[in-house]
């Protein structure tokens, strides 16, 4: 499941406020309340960060709202991640730590490296459905950070970046105000989102380097991704047992954290890490395990099938699925 952090998702939802929106009209746009109850280190679900900036974009009628969102970043927006990149010696160091542990604040894209000759390539290809604005703010985010690690260090604006490329078809305006915002050629309609810039820039050193306070964030970090992926891993553990079960027939929380060997409040604990819940899990394999059997058996067997003790209770859960009945349903297909 991919997410982001909650700290990535605030720093947007503190942007927005600061332009005059309050954070729960927001997240009620967004159909989102949830957020306000969310445990710490608990993770936002990708399609809420996606919707947050598609919001952003739409309420303040800024086609560029992602742009001044990633100029806007923090080194505390990305969480531990933000201090490890900052306390390392150079670029070149804290693009092998973004590498590392880019998941930390979001597992949304999948993030590559590479130098050739005298240029360096960083490329980001999302992995969910999303909108510019996300890819905006990913690629401002970047050349800011840069921009705030090196300071001094920074060469003049017409000689870093080399240029920045974008997969998406920007009008002619918003190319040229994106031109004057990042300092550098925009290239748009174009096969991959990435930034180009000289390699000289990678042994340039930060003027925040800091090896003790490094050490220490890479400890932190590397155990922080170690429990994502625990987390991650309980989730599909989960999901796999239930796609083997022959019927969903008593399918409980207790049942599933035996197996686990842990309480179902831990277990719910560390599912909630992810944003999930293990009734969501049991209610997506009910919904496929429909679409995949209905009109090949009766609706009472069906229903037993799926763990429904009661036909009314299926009747409702695929009211609330597919907004019909299952014989409107049948009858439509």
């Given at each position: 499941m991919q997410t982001t952090s909650q700290r990535y998702f605030s720093s947007a939802l503190d942007f927005i406020e600061q332009c005059g929106i309050t954070p729960l009209v927001v997240l009620q746009a967004i159909d989102f309340e949830e957020f306000s109850r969310y445990r710490k280190q608990q993770r936002v679900a990708a399609h809420y960060y996606c919707a947050l900036l598609d919001y952003g974009k739409e309420a303040l009628n800024d086609p560029l709202f992602g742009l001044r969102l990633g100029n806007d970043i923090h080194h505390y927006d990305y969480g531990v991640l933000g201090y490890l990149v900052e306390s390392s010696e150079n670029l070149a160091v804290a693009i092998q730590h973004l590498l590392a542990f880019d998941q930390l604040v979001a597992n949304i894209g999948q993030t590559e490296f590479r130098i050739e000759q005298q240029r360096a390539t960083l490329r980001w290809t999302p992995q969910v459905q999303c909108s510019e604005q996300v890819v905006l703010r990913n690629?401002?985010?970047?050349?800011?950070?840069?921009?705030?690690?090196?300071?001094?260090?920074?060469?003049?604006?017409?000689?870093?970046?080399?240029?920045?490329?974008?997969?998406?078809?920007?009008?002619?305006?918003?190319?040229?105000?994106?031109?004057?915002?990042?300092?550098?050629?925009?290239?748009?309609?174009?096969?991959?989102?990435?930034?180009?810039?000289?390699?000289?820039?990678?042994?340039?050193?930060?003027?925040s380097e800091n090896p003790q306070l490094h050490q220490t964030m890479v400890a932190i970090?590397?155990?922080?991704?170690?429990?994502?992926?625990?987390?991650?891993?309980?989730?599909?553990?989960?999901?796999?047992?239930?796609?083997?079960?022959?019927?969903?027939?008593?399918?409980?929380?207790?049942?599933?954290?035996?197996?686990?060997?842990?309480?179902?409040?831990?277990?719910?604990?560390?599912?909630?890490?992810?944003?999930?819940?293990?009734?969501?899990?049991?209610?997506?394999?009910?919904?496929?395990?429909?679409?995949?059997?209905?009109?090949?058996?009766?609706?009472?067997?069906?229903?037993?099938?799926?763990?429904?003790?009661?036909?009314?209770?299926?009747?409702?859960?695929?009211?609330?699925?597919?907004?019909?009945?299952?014989?409107?349903?049948?009858?439509?297909?």
């Open positions: 690629m401002a985010t970047w050349l800011a950070t840069t921009k705030q690690l090196l300071g001094e260090h920074m060469p003049e604006d017409d000689q870093a970046p080399n240029h920045i490329s974008f997969c998406h078809p920007f009008t002619t305006a918003q190319r040229e105000e994106m031109i004057q915002q990042l300092g550098c050629q925009i290239l748009v309609n174009q096969p991959f989102n990435e930034i180009v810039f000289p390699s000289e820039l990678l042994s340039l050193t930060f003027r970090s590397q155990q922080e991704l170690s429990e994502l992926h625990a987390n991650h891993c309980l989730k599909d553990q989960i999901i796999a047992l239930l796609q083997r079960k022959p019927d969903l027939q008593d399918c409980s929380l207790i049942q599933f954290a035996n197996v686990f060997h842990m309480s179902p409040r831990t277990l719910q604990r560390q599912l909630k890490k992810t944003d999930c819940h293990f009734a969501t899990l049991l209610d997506d394999e009910r919904k496929q395990r429909t679409l995949k059997y209905i009109g090949q058996m009766r609706l009472g067997d069906l229903s037993l099938l799926l763990g429904f003790n009661e036909q009314s209770s299926f009747n409702r859960a695929f009211k609330r699925w597919f907004n019909c009945s299952p014989r409107v349903y049948l009858s439509s297909n």
